[in-house]
């Protein structure tokens, strides 16, 4: 039996990968001053090497694979026992993150190279934010958690028994559909908020925009500017955070469009991403020259999974699908961009769902589509700007001015260049 490339290849990445499991390990138990350890560097590197041994024994020997499984399985077990007697108060964590460590090694041998490296990065990560959780537990309020389960408990109990077909005389709403379209943007907003309330946003006023922008940029806006001082101290620094949450936006389009079609996120994706960029270098540079002060950002946002704000989007998804649909038949591709503009004044969400659906039923060709995202957004920015000159300041208005202008203008050169390469 010859050691090939291949097989030396899964054996060396199997070890790296199980020592960075390990590592998380020891340096997590050192932290917390444990003295006894189950497992450290070396052990997880041999567990995730035992994990290639066993898929390379499978085909032929199948005996040595069950063997080393049991033998492994045997001490896991055997360590948490004697662990559970030394000590008073024990986890599972290394337990499980042991058992991962064996599969990583496995789908290593099986050549799933990227699988495994972001298994373990993922595993990494899961290791590492338990102080994180821990925090956001003792944090979390009852009130974030009856919303979650209220909303759960419609969600798998009422959602099922929707009728899924349109009950209107013109065919457009289906209760079912819309109700999952709710779904879908609470669960992406939630994602932002349980990340928000784990890294929290008191670490920061940048991190605040960050999360901003995915769970609501307009609000991010509102609440921003509301601050702004006579003296203007703290006006570039305010325009950096709306501008950071506001640019991340364009990324949550790209992931909601994504969501119903790929065909429209990637038809987005070039001018959207490069917006983002463009975007974010502008917004560096204006923080790096603001003068700093200390900005209260000792807040949260609205828990997204509230009845209360679901309704609310689900009421607006519902005007807004509709009102396009009906345009569309009535007027054409006019109608669609006459409904993006003005939807994109309160919201992005629900005109992109509305047309990367109406596009997925091929009731809208995808150039119509896509337009009417880009005039959603491009409505969006005006109505936030806007904002920032009202509730803020002239100042304030005239910095976001050139913060949201430089995206805005990518796009449209993007979407200028573009023809020229590739038709629409």
Known sequence: MELDFTTAKS??????????????????????????????????????????????????YIW?????????????????????VRHEKIGTTTEFAAIAAFLVGMLVYEGLYMFATFTTVAIIFILNIRSNVLQLADSTKKKDLESMVLFLLITFIVLPILPNKTIDPYGIINP??????????????????????????????????FFGGFLSSTATTITFSKKVDDKNKTTHQLASVIALACTTMYVRIIIVSAFINTDIAMKILPAYLLATIAGYIYIYYLYK?????????????????????????????????GTTSLLQDWVGSTGVYLSSLLSGVSDVDAITLSLSTLYT????????????????????????????????????????FVAFSIPLAVIIIVLVITPLITPL
Not at 20 to 44: H, N, V
């Open 11 to 60: 054996i060396l990445l199997s070890i790296a990968l199980g020592f960075s499991i390990g590592l998380q390990r020891e340096i997590s138990f050192a932290l917390r001053d444990k003295s006894i350890t189950f497992t450290g560097t070396r052990s997880f590197a041999i567990i995730s090497l035992l994990g290639v041994l066993a898929g390379h024994f499978k085909a032929d």
């Open 361 to 400: 039923d091929e009731k809208l060709i995808l150039h119509t589509a896509f337009t009417g995202i880009v005039i959603a957004t491009f409505s969006n920015s005006i109505t936030k700007l806007a904002i920032a000159y009202t509730v803020g300041n002239k100042e304030l208005g005239n910095q976001l």
């Open 64 to 84: 040595i694979t069950i063997a080393i499984t049991f033998i492994f399985g045997t001490l896991l077990i055997s360590s948490f026992v004697i662990r559970a």
């Open 176 to 209: 079912y559909f819309i109700w999952m379209m709710v779904v879908l943007i609470s669960g992406l907003s939630f994602a932002g908020y349980i990340a928000a309330r784990l890294i929290g946003v008191s670490k920061g006023i940048m991190v605040a925009g």
């Open 289 to 321: 020259r603001s003068e700093k002060s200390r900005i209260d950002v000792d807040f949260m946002y609205k828990n997204p999974l509230e009845l209360k704000e679901a309704l609310k989007f689900g009421l607006l998804f519902g005007i807004v699908f």
